[in-house]
C-alpha cells in the first residue's frame, strides 16, 4: 500500500524536524518532580511521580499531535510537495492515511521513549517496574491518535490557525463530554436537550480515555474497558480519517 | 495517448466571489511519440491545463484521458512523469532519498530502484550531489532532480511545465538533449514553454493558448512553412552589370562581385534567378527567410 511510502516519509520528516527534543523536556520534568518530592514517604513519591508523570506525557504527546497535525495535510499544499504525490499512481485517500500513520508512528515512539523514562525513574524510587501504568499509557496513545485524526481533519480544509482553535476547542469538549451527559439528563428543553444529544455524539468522549486516577489509585477497572476503549477510538479515528478522504478527494490543489 | 476534450476550468475569488475563466473549452489530442509544445503568455492557462490533466485540480467542465484512463483513475498515472514549473520538494531529503521515495510512490521494486537512481543522477549531472540534502540545492539543480524524478518510472506521457526555467544554457543543452533522445525513444512529450527557440528546436507541434483559449494549433513545420517572409538570392556577377540592376533592384547589396537581393515571395524567386542567370551571373544561394515562432506568437497573441 502506497500509505505506507507516504507513512515513512512522513516519519522521517517529522523525526528530522527534531520534535523528540520534547523527550528530553519530559525526563527532566519527572527527574525534577521526583526530586522535589524527596522529602515523602516512598508510597507518596511514586504516586505523585506516576501521576505527574502520565499527565506530562498526555500534554507532552496532544501538544505536538495538535501541532504537527494542524499543518500535516495544509503544510503540503502551501510548499506544494503535494504536487509530487497527486501526480502519482496514488488515491488522495492513500494520502491522507499514510500522512496520518506517519504522525502516529512518531507519536508512538515519542510516547514508547517517555514511557521508558517513566520506568526507570520509578524503577529507581520503588525497585521494581510498574507494569500496572500501561493501560494509562496505551489510552493516552488512543487519545493522541483521536486528536491526531481530528487536527487532520480539520487542516483538509482550512488554515492551521483555524485548526488548532478547532481542535484545541473539541479536545476540551471532548473533556467535559461527562458534564454534557449530566446536562442531559437534568434539562428538559426539548431543543436544548438535542443540540447537546448532537455535541454529545459527535464530539468524541476524551475523558473515556482518562484511566489515569484509576490506574495510579490501584483501582478495578470495568470488564472489557480497555477493549471497548480501543474499539471506540480507533472507530472514530476510521470515521474522521473517511471524512477527511472524501473531503480531500475533489480539493483543488491550487 | 492523451485526449482532452471543452476542459473548461473557472476560479472564485474575493471576498464577494468574481468568477474568472483559466481555460475555456479546449480541445487536445496528443498522439503517441509527439512532442507537443504549449506556448502561452504568463496567465494564459498552460499551467491550468496541466494540472487539470494531472487531476491536481478538477475541470469545471469538460473530460480527460491519458492512454485512454480516464484522469481521475490513479491508473492513468502510472505511466506518466511529470516536471513541475518550480520544484517542490522535501528538502530534508537527500536527493537519493527523494528518488527512492518517488519511485516507492510508483511502486518500483526496491531492487531495481538502486541502479534507476543513479543512471538518472548521472543523467542530470547531480551524481556527485546524491547525498547532499535538498535544502541545499540551487535552482537549478532542484530542477535537474525533478527532471530526474520525472523520468523515475521510465514514463510513456512526460508533461514537463517550463522545463528550461531556471537552467544555465549549459543545463539547458543537456535538457534539449535528453528530451530528443526520449523523442527518438518514441516517447509522447507535452510541454509549456516560455523559450520559443527550444519549442522551435523540440516540438513536432505546437498549439498557442491566450487567455484560456486555443488560438493556434498545428504542426511546427506547416506553421513555419506557411509562414516564409522572403528569400535571398546571392549571386556573382560581372560589376559592369552593377548599376542596371541596381536600377531594376533598389534593395540590392553589393560586395566585391557579389549581389545580395531580397525577394518578398516566393513566387518572384525563379524570376529573379532567370533574369541574373541572363545576364552571365552565378547563382551562390537561396535562402527562404521563414518567420520564426517567436514572430508568430507574438503575431498570434496580438490578433487574439
Known amino acids: ?254 | 495517448m492523451l485526449r482532452i476534450e471543452n476542459l473548461t476550468k473557472t476560479y472564485s475569488s474575493g471576498f464577494i466571489p468574481r468568477r474568472t475563466t483559466a481555460v475555456c473549452n479546449l480541445n487536445l489530442e496528443i498522439e503517441k511519440g509527439e512532442v507537443f509544445a504549449f506556448l502561452g503568455a504568463n496567465g494564459a492557462g498552460k499551467t491550468t491545463t496541466i494540472k487539470a490533466i494531472l487531476n491536481i485540480i478538477s475541470p469545471t467542465e469538460g473530460r480527460i484521458w491519458i492512454m485512454g484512463i480516464d484522469n481521475r483513475q490513479k491508473e492513468a498515472r502510472r505511466k506518466v512523469g511529470f516536471l513541475p514549473d518550480q520544484p517542490y520538494f522535501y528538502d530534508y531529503l537527500t536527493a537519493k532519498e527523494f528518488l527512492f521515495f518517488t519511485a516507492r510512490l510508483y511502486g518500483m521494486p526496491k531492487t531495481e530502484i538502486s541502479e534507476k537512481i543513479y543512471s538518472l543522477l548521472e543523467l542530470v549531472g547531480l551524481h556527485e550531489d546524491a547525498y547532499l540534502h535538498l535544502r541545499k540545492y540551487s535552482r537549478g539543480m532542484l530542477q535537474r532532480l525533478a527532471f530526474a524524478q520525472a523520468l523515475i518510472n521510465d514514463p510513456e506521457l512526460l508533461i514537463l511545465d517550463e522545463p528550461m526555467t531556471g537552467l544555465d544554457p549549459l543545463g539547458r543543452k543537456q535538457f534539449r538533449d535528453i528530451i530528443l533522445g526520449l523523442k527518438e525513444r518514441k516517447k509522447t512529450i507535452f510541454f509549456s514553454s516560455h523559450i520559443l527557440s527550444d519549442a522551435e528546436l523540440i516540438a513536432d507541434r505546437v498549439g498557442i493558448i491566450n487567455k484560456g483559449h486555443l488560438v493556434n494549433i498545428g504542426k511546427l513545420d506547416d506553421l513555419l512553412e506557411t509562414q516564409i517572409q522572403e528569400v535571398e538570392i546571392t549571386f556573382q556577377i560581372n560589376n559592369s552589370q552593377l548599376p542596371e540592376l541596381k536600377k531594376q533592384y533598389p534593395n540590392l547589396i553589393s560586395r566585391d562581385s557579389k549581389v545580395l537581393i531580397k525577394v518578398p515571395s516566393e513566387q518572384h524567386t525563379m524570376e529573379v534567378i532567370r533574369e541574373l542567370e541572363t545576364r552571365g551571373g552565378h547563382l551562390i544561394s537561396v535562402i527562404p527567410h521563414k518567420r520564426n515562432l517567436e514572430e508568430i506568437f507574438v503575431e498570434e497573441i496580438k490578433r487574439s
Open chain 1, 1 to 254: 500500500m502506497k500509505s505506507f511510502v507516504i507513512a515513512a516519509n512522513t516519519f522521517r520528516e517529522t523525526i528530522r524536524n527534531r520534535i523528540m527534543y520534547n523527550i528530553l523536556f519530559f525526563a527532566i520534568f519527572v527527574i525534577g518532580v521526583s526530586l522535589l518530592v524527596s522529602d515523602w514517604s516512598i508510597h507518596q513519591q511514586a504516586k505523585i511521580l506516576k501521576d505527574f508523570g502520565l499527565a506530562a506525557m498526555s500534554i507532552f504527546g496532544l501538544l505536538i499531535a495538535i501541532f504537527i497535525g494542524i499543518r500535516l495535510i495544509y503544510q503540503e499544499i502551501e510548499k506544494r510537495t503535494i504536487y509530487m504525490l497527486v501526480t502519482k499512481p496514488i488515491a488522495r485517500w492513500e494520502i491522507i492515511v499514510g500522512k496520518y500513520l506517519g504522525l502516529i508512528l512518531t507519536i508512538a515512539v515519542n510516547v514508547l521513549v517517555m514511557s521508558l523514562c517513566l520506568f526507570a525513574v520509578d524503577y529507581l524510587l520503588e525497585g521494581f517496574v510498574n507494569w500496572e501504568l500501561t493501560p494509562a499509557i496505551l489510552l493516552i496513545y488512543v487519545e493522541i491518535m483521536v486528536v491526531i485524526a481530528l487536527a487532520t481533519f480539520f487542516s483538509t480544509f482550512t488554515s492551521p490557525m483555524i485548526s488548532a482553535l478547532l481542535t484545541i476547542c473539541l479536545f476540551v469538549v471532548g473533556h467535559l463530554s461527562p458534564i454534557l451527559k449530566l446536562f442531559l439528563h437534568t434539562h428538559t428543553n426539548t431543543i436544548f436537550k438535542l443540540i447537546l444529544q448532537g455535541i454529545y455524539y459527535a464530539v468524541p468522549n476524551l475523558e473515556y480515555f482518562n484511566i489515569r486516577t484509576a490506574v495510579v489509585e490501584s483501582l478495578p477497572l470495568p470488564h472489557h474497558f480497555l477493549f471497548y476503549a480501543l474499539f471506540y477510538g480507533i472507530g472514530y479515528v476510521g470515521i474522521l480519517l473517511l471524512i477527511s478522504s472524501f473531503i480531500f478527494r475533489r480539493k483543488d490543489l491550487k
